[in-house]
């Protein structure tokens, strides 16, 4: 009898040892699955940071792609406008005046869309003066010219020079004294008497004044010819 219990107890320690080694090694496993979930869990969450990352680079990209294309357009779209412009005021003349513009970025330091406008806003004042076209087209040239030399003399834009002489010619010379340009309306009255365009100052018109003042503004800028 004592020999069945020793047998039965023996038995019972050695199922019990089998058990709790059971346990400790399905705890291990246990502690591996999750160690496994947490890596899993990490990578599918550095996964989706990488996409939201890629995702927001996508659309920066995207926006810097759309914003370089709509300047594009908008480049294109006022080069055609200026193109217009200059086909109304130079009408067959207009091809020397594009090809002038074209060449502007390295001989004036000016887009060819500023030297179009440029041209265009002094040859419409000389056109209305009553001057050929060619007389309108080289001195619409000329005077673009001059005011890019101007503008880099006194620092200014070229475009402040342009409207200096448009003022100018329009009879107002404030603007264009700060190039060193002195016109007086006495000045300009007696330069168009000069030039016969009228009998005496008095009767000088608006277009001979505008037309004297041409000649004086040429005179003063000499030295930026």
């Given at each position: 009898?004592?020999?069945?219990?020793?047998?039965?107890?023996?038995?019972?320690?050695?199922?019990?040892?089998?058990?709790?080694?059971?346990?400790?090694?399905?705890?291990?496993?246990?502690?591996?699955?999750?160690?496994?979930?947490?890596?899993?869990?990490?990578?599918?969450?550095?996964?989706?940071?990488?996409?939201?990352?890629?995702?927001?680079?996508?659309?920066?990209?995207?926006?810097?792609?759309?914003?370089?294309?709509?300047?594009?357009?908008?480049?294109?779209?006022?080069?055609?406008e200026s193109q217009?412009?200059?086909?109304?005021?130079?009408?067959?003349?207009?091809?020397?005046?594009?090809?002038?513009?074209?060449?502007?970025?390295?001989?004036?330091?000016?887009?060819?869309?500023?030297?179009?406008?440029?041209?265009?806003?002094?040859?419409?004042?000389?056109?209305?003066?009553?001057?050929?076209?060619?007389?309108?087209t080289g001195y619409?040239?000329?005077?673009?010219?001059?005011?890019?030399?101007?503008?880099?003399?006194?620092?200014?834009?070229?475009?402040?020079?342009?409207?200096?002489?448009?003022?100018?010619?329009?009879?107002?010379?404030?603007?264009?004294?700060?190039?060193?340009?002195?016109?007086?309306?006495?000045?300009?009255?007696?330069?168009?008497?000069?030039?016969?365009?009228?009998?005496?100052?008095?009767?000088?018109?608006?277009?001979?004044?505008?037309?004297?003042?041409?000649?004086?503004?040429?005179?003063?800028?000499?030295?930026?010819?």
């Amino acid at each position: 009898m004592a020999t069945i219990r020793a047998t039965i107890a023996a038995k019972l320690g050695l199922d019990t040892q089998d058990f709790i080694k059971g346990a400790r090694d399905a705890g291990k496993s246990t502690e591996q699955l999750e160690k496994q979930v947490d890596q899993a869990a990490t990578s599918v969450e550095n996964l989706g940071e990488g996409l939201r990352k890629a995702s927001r680079t996508a659309t920066i990209a995207g926006g810097v792609i759309g914003a370089a294309m709509g300047i594009a357009v908008k480049a294109a779209s006022d080069l055609q406008e200026s193109q217009n412009v200059t086909n109304l005021v130079f009408e067959e003349s207009a091809a020397e005046i594009v090809a002038f513009s074209q060449t502007a970025r390295f001989s004036l330091g000016i887009s060819e869309r500023a030297a179009r406008e440029a041209t265009a806003q002094v040859g419409g004042l000389l056109k209305n003066m009553g001057l050929t076209m060619d007389e309108t087209t080289g001195y619409s040239k000329e005077l673009v010219q001059i005011a890019s030399d101007m503008g880099s003399a006194f620092n200014t834009e070229p475009a402040d020079a342009i409207y200096a002489i448009g003022a100018a010619l329009r009879g107002e010379t404030e603007p264009i004294r700060r190039y060193n340009v002195m016109l007086s309306d006495q000045e300009i009255r007696q330069e168009a008497v000069n030039m016969k365009l009228a009998e005496t100052p008095k009767e000088a018109d608006r277009a001979a004044r505008a037309q004297a003042a041409l000649s004086l503004i040429f005179k003063q800028t000499s030295d930026f010819a």
